[in-house]
């Protein structure tokens, strides 16, 4: 289920699917980089302002699904407008900044972003540009990235598949009329 916070910015109930903590794992494949299983924890919040602060923090994980040290972290701000363009505003740990656009989809909780900018430090590895897809699929948030760099041409490189993380003190929050004991309410 989909909850729209009554503060959330009107512009940004077609993105309110996006909100909370989510966590998973997915899949890192590159030529030239470590291929490897991933972590990740992405979130989403607002402040009542017409955007969407977003937080991404990947790790590489073991065979036994332990961390094992970080491979990706990136932070942003995500828009949309009334013709359901999607602006986003990208900054990675490396040392990229990105600018995306694209579009919600008509009738589902699917997102498709490309490049429209890219700047690099000095230091930052290669990269030229990418697409990415987010969808919202059975109360889960999926994601696939694509990217190219001078010598790789646009191939997927990561995925995941990520849950949303409930925080029990909301529920409690919700729940009226508790009994003292606890085992009452069993009864």
């Given amino acids: ?33 470590e291929k490897c299983n991933f972590g990740q924890e992405v979130v989403f919040t607002h402040d009542g302002r017409p955007f969407l602060e977003y937080t991404s923090h990947t790790w590489v ?15 942003g701000y995500w828009r949309i407008d009334a013709e359901r363009k999607v602006d986003v505003t990208t900054t990675r740990d490396e040392g990229v900044v990105e600018i995306w656009t694209g579009v919600l989809a008509e009738g589902k909780p699917q997102i498709d972003l490309v490049t429209d900018a890219v700047a690099r430090l000095p230091f930052a590895p290669d990269y030229s540009g990418g697409k990415r897809l987010y969808g919202y699929v059975n109360s889960d948030l999926m994601w696939v990235g694509e990217k190219s760099t001078p010598k790789v041409p646009l191939r ?15 529920w409690v929050a919700d729940l009226k009329d508790l009994p003292d004991d606890g085992i009452a309410f069993f009864k």
Avoid: C, Q
């Fill in 61 to 75: 994980l073991d065979a036994d699904g332990k961390k094992v040290r970080p491979l990706e972290n990136e932070s």
């Fill in 1 to 33: 289920m989909i909850e729209i916070p009554s503060d959330l910015h009107p512009e940004l109930v077609p993105l309110a699917f996006l909100l909370g903590r989510w966590t998973g794992a997915g899949v890192h494949d590159f030529p030239g980089a």
């Fill in 156 to 170: 997927p490189y990561m995925s995941a598949h990520l849950k949303k993380v409930v925080d029990p003190r909301e």
